[in-house]
């Protein structure tokens, strides 16, 4: 049984020692990063901290914080929640825009229980200025969400929380509170599940007028298809990770579920024109992805070559290997390049780092290096997250320095 197995039966059998043997690998990576006495590749700055705010951290990779307009103004979350604790609904997060340059509030969008460690409150721009992030509705006990724009006071509550924004505008809902019980790093937790079937969670389309919404699908749509191709009952069915394609015709998504005791992750493929949706990409334990193109993506996962970056073609469905190597969190910077994150090594080392597709193999651009604090893990973890701005000149990263969660923002 290797060391991470043990890990995984330690945390079935007893968090005591789940704890007590993270706690040791980190202080091994902590004492092979002394011993090697290596230098870290420092690049950027961090992002001022806010007044009354502990921590600011901007969230997921697959949305740019950045303001479409004015690449001074980032989109982030601000808490003083422990980053030693799982999100709770009992400390709130406050969605804001800031001006990195003066290191300053520019815009406090709102104070929100509906928060994870992974994504926030999950704000995202559309429409150039506006803006949308996810709240908890007290009275009417379920998640909604809240749109605005830069510079307005004026605030509309959407019945439903948002998971993607498309370049058309249209945005899409999953159910955050399924997440919490089955996926808890992505979920909300301020009330149980609110379906007692996780099969009646779907991926429903709605807008900002609030007059428009269309459920898709739901969670047993796929999972009848997918229980007929294995022949076998699934257990713990979850759709996580919605992406939009550039021209917003087309929607990815994972959906994760167990046959016995192994996890399963498939990635569908909606065609928003024909309403027709598919699997695209079977058990290859895909982690994460974007697009590329409108017809083609890449992703991470296990291929033939093991583990590592792949592209896939969606009209063709051919998987391409890219480079084996570790995980990471992938953003387009053209159709030839990407920017993205490792997670971290022997020493607690994580990497951001720039590849360009016409080497193989990758050379790799190391941007920046950062140290992954022994004591995070699991919900608590904080992984970089890159992201870029509009214009690709400004690049984006979360990170954890002398106890609290940051923003580091650099050039290329």
């Not at 040791?24 to 806010?50: P, Q």
């Not at 300053?104 to 992030?133: D, K, M």
């Not at 780092?353 to 004591?375: G, S």
Request: hydrophobic content about 35%; overall charge neutral.
């Amino acid at each position: 049984m290797n060391f991470i197995q043990s890990l995984k039966k330690a945390a079935m059998d007893s968090p005591l020692a789940f704890t007590a043997m993270r706690s040791a690998l980190g202080v091994s990576k902590l004492a092979r990063r002394k011993l090697s006495r290596r230098r870290l590749v420092v690049r950027g700055n961090y992002v001022a901290a806010i007044p009354n705010y502990r921590h600011m951290f901007c969230g997921y990779y697959d949305h740019s914080p950045f303001c479409p307009t004015d690449e001074n103004l980032v989109l982030v979350n601000l808490t003083n929640a422990s980053i030693l604790s799982a999100p709770t609904p009992k400390i709130p997060i406050c969605a804001a825009v800031i001006n990195v340059d003066k290191g300053v509030i520019e815009e406090q969008l709102g104070i929100t229980h509906a928060w994870n460690w992974q994504q926030g409150c999950r704000p995202i721009w559309f429409n150039q200025a506006s803006w949308i992030y996810n709240y908890f509705d007290n009275d009417r006990r379920t998640y909604g969400s809240v749109t605005g724009t830069l510079g307005s006071s004026e605030r509309k509550m959407l019945s439903l929380p948002v998971q993607e924004v498309s370049s058309r505008g249209k945005f899409y809902s999953i159910d955050y509170s399924v997440l919490a019980d089955l996926r808890p790093d992505y979920g909300y937790f301020c009330h149980s599940a609110s379906t007692s079937d996780p099969g009646d969670a779907g991926l429903t389309e709605f807008d900002e007028t609030g007059h428009h919404e269309v459920c898709l699908l739901k969670v047993k749509d796929l999972q009848e298809q997918t229980e007929q191709r294995h022949a076998a009952r699934i257990s713990k069915p979850k759709i996580n990770h919605v992406l939009s394609s550039p021209n917003g015709k087309q929607l990815i998504f994972m959906f994760r579920y167990y046959v016995g005791s192994h996890r399963t992750t498939d990635v569908f493929h909606y065609c928003l024109e024909s309403s027709e949706f598919r699997p695209i990409i079977l058990d290859r334990g895909v982690s994460h992805y974007c697009w590329m193109s409108n017809e083609e993506l890449l992703f991470t996962g296990q291929g033939e070559e093991g583990f590592g970056y792949y592209r896939f073609h969606v009209g063709e469905s051919k998987t391409t290997c890219c480079e084996v190597m570790v995980d990471g969190h992938p953003v387009a910077l053209n159709q030839h390049s990407i920017l993205s994150d490792s997670y971290a090594n022997s020493q607690g080392i994580r990497q951001l780092w720039q590849a360009d597709f016409e080497q193989t193999p990758w050379k790799r651009n190391v941007i920046c290096e950062t140290v992954e604090p022994w004591y995070l893990w699991g919900e608590r973890r904080c992984d970089m997250h890159p992201s870029i701005s509009a214009s690709g000149k400004r690049w984006q990263a979360d990170v954890v320095s002398h106890g609290r969660r940051k923003v580091l923002i650099g050039q290329f």
